[in-house]
């Protein structure tokens, strides 16, 4: 469990972050959301104590970050795979990482074995592949067997077989009962892994829900009719306080309204369907509409 | 603590560059004893006193001021390729008590290079030893063994000193060239600019910096002041500690207050 409450981050002027408070639960990939530049790396380092908060505070488990006596058997994190010596070798990075929280030395082969990196963990990390150093990173994090893992856009550089293999190790990892905070760009991806998305836009917290409402909670989620009798059924919605769009010589789109409803109505006005499904919205498209303000914002600051 | 101390003794055999810096001051340390000895011996057969003597580890001990800088890249690596490869925040992670992170550097870093030191002038010393022993050098060269051994854990404690502070510098700066640009300042530049601005106070200040208080602890006779250093070895070590608990201080006080 992550807690953050009132946690800010000021450089100079500008907020990085805003006010942030949220709480991770274990049990659940929670996906952190948000454009370029709105805190999420400044709030994953936060967490780590690497930087320090201008204001609030970041508990894991209660407790902060270096109150822990070994911090990586409680939190494993991948901030930046490419973030190692370039002359020393993964192996004896995780050996050292090791050594230095009581991790029985054996862990390190295991963690290895988890990520597929057999012999090119004995290469120097600057031998290494962004994808290879991605898998080295994300033995880092497994390295402690932590409760809580942080992930920054762990799927960066991989093959499509990492990016499926990502995705089920973060899958396996929340269905553990492990605490799972990821952030991505790569909404396709998240629609995939996350139970719970955590969007911020500025610094500040935009959205913190489950992804499934999300998703029902767009605009974009609608009831998709098809009719013979589309003008008829459209004045039988709209009469039924339904909000509702032709969109073709016999299709209608309803938006706000439950799938069953417009069965309903359409049933009591005795139209007949040709066919009545829901459309769902990508998660790319509710994001999108949620961070329109936020993204203009920039843009026109940008401009000026 | 001793786990943070074992992690950081198996970071720092783990790069080639540690290899490299031991191999570059070990060459520098024979290299600069044997130049330096040879010069002494060629001396004493220009005076022309038969029996005249002096230590093949004099002629090591001077030899420190050019083999230093090979500790000094060997020290400061420990800290600036963690801040240069961003894994200084993979150290934090496992350690974020962030005093206890500059300790543990510390205190491998004090043992390997006293140890190097030694190692190294024992070296240097054999290697003068048989060199200045030959003919051509008129014999002058002699081998005190307890003189030579208190002047070789001198050496020793000197390496260790400079060490600590140059990583307690390069705590503070961050970057390797920002670090050797301070330690050579500290170790050479601003003594060498105050020895020759030559006022009295500026020479005094200058030799209570750490290359010349380190000479004077060692009982060095023949540098770049022109001969030894008007002050006990006792006051030499005193300032030596000096210099490495201010870096040292100064650089964990940037490590507690900056962001990593």
Known sequence: ?????GLSKRYGDRMAVDELTLEVRPGAVTGFLGPNGAGKSTTMRMILGLDRPTAGTALIGGVPY???????QKVGALLDARALHPGRSGHAHLVAMARSNGIARGRVAEVLETVGLGEAARK???ALSLGMSQRLGIACALLGDPEVVMFDEPVNGLDPDGVRWVRHLMRSLADEGRTVFVSSHLMSEMQ???DHLVVLGKGRLILDAPLAEVIARSSLTAVVVRTPHAADLA???KAGGVAVERVGENELVATGVAIERVGDLAHEAGIRLHELRTREASLEQAYQELTASSVEYGAQKAGV | MRQVIGAEWAKLWSVRSTWWCLAGLTALMVLSALALGGATATDLMREGVRSARFAVSEPVVSATTFAQFALVALAMLVITSE???GSVRSTLQAT????RMLAAKALVVLPVMFVAGVLSGALATAAGYVVLSLDTFGGHAALPLGEVTLDLLRVGV??????VMTLGVGTAMRSAAGTLTVVFMLLMGLPLMLLMAGGPAAVEVSLRMPLFAGLAFMESTDNMTGGPIPYPAGEGLAWLLVWTAAALAAGYAVLRGRDA
Not at chain 1, 1 to 5: A, F, G, H, P, W
């Open chain 1, 124 to 126: 120097r990390a600057g």
């Open chain 2, 83 to 85: 801040y240069a490869s």
């Open chain 1, 235 to 237: 004045v039988r919605l």
């Open chain 1, 192 to 194: 995939l892994t996350a």
């Open chain 2, 158 to 163: 000197f390496f260790a000193l400079v060490a």
């Open chain 1, 66 to 72: 270096h109150r822990i006596r070994y911090p990586l």
């Open chain 1, 1 to 5: 469990m992550i807690s953050l409450k």
């Open chain 2, 96 to 99: 974020p008590i962030r005093g």
